[in-house]
């Protein structure tokens, strides 16, 4: 089985597959962070049979420190139905079953600072490049500054703005596997908490593509999407 190296200051981690003797791992590692998050409305948890479909499809990745486990990532293969996020951004329905879900990730609070997060999404993407599935999308709640760089850092946009799981605002992130995307001529500023302005230029055309901060406010930074999708 393929294994991934690194450091985390002077301790070295190993990235795996995760299989299903983890899983007590797994839930207590969602335990640990949900316990220590500032706003639980920023994470969705899993159940352990979600957990348990996605380790079976080989799509999660575990990060291990002296064997225990500190980190881990999940796809997940989507049902087919109303909520589906290849709807949000556009997609037709005969794409949608090669659409593949960024579902969570979770990292133990005593390695946070080592960009844990991000390399994990590397090794994601790395995954999902030598796949046959044609888009990955996810969501994260504005102003989860960290999760939303996260996903910009992997090339993702923004393709929606809405309301999901049971009524909380989130972005849905997307991007084509395989396909390099052209940046746009022309640049909309826009406040991350002018909701209904985003949804208005979501709506005309315009993709998410990163977030800054001026004068202590976030802003997102919009660009005509052409034919990406």
């Known amino acids: 089985m393929k294994e991934w190296k690194g450091k985390l200051g002077e301790k070295e981690y190993i990235v795996r597959k995760l299989k ?5 791992s797994i839930l207590r ?31 999660m990745i575990g990060a291990f420190v002296d064997n225990k486990l500190i980190a881990f990532r999940a796809l997940a293969l989507p049902p087919m139905d109303d909520d589906h996020l290849g709807i949000d951004i556009g997609l037709s329905s005969e794409k949608l079953g090669k ?5 969570i990730t979770n990292v133990h609070p005593d390695y946070r600072g080592f960009g844990m997060q991000k390399k994990l999404g590397v ?18 709640a504005p102003f989860n500054i960290p999760s939303l760089k996260d996903k910009l850092s992997q090339g993702m946009v923004i393709g929606a ?20 995307r052209a940046s746009g001529e022309k640049l909309l500023e826009i406040p991350m908490d002018a909701i209904e302005k985003q949804q208005q230029v979501i709506a005309d055309g315009w993709i998410g593509t990163a977030i800054f901060q001026k004068e202590n406010k976030w802003y997102v930074n919009y660009e005509e999407k052409g034919t990406y999708i």
């Open 20 to 24: 299903p003797d983890h899983m007590d």
């Open 29 to 59: 590692l969602q335990h640990i962070v949900l316990q220590t998050m500032e706003n639980d409305n920023f994470l969705s948890p899993l159940t352990k049979e979600e957990y348990e479909y996605s380790i079976a499809h080989n799509l």
């Open 99 to 103: 659409v593949v879900y960024q579902e």
């Open 123 to 140: 090794i994601i993407m790395e995954i999902l490049d030598a796949s046959t599935y044609t888009h990955v999308c996810a969501t994260v």
């Open 161 to 180: 703005l809405k309301k999901k799981y049971g009524g909380m605002l989130r972005y849905v992130f997307y991007k084509k596997i395989h396909v390099n």
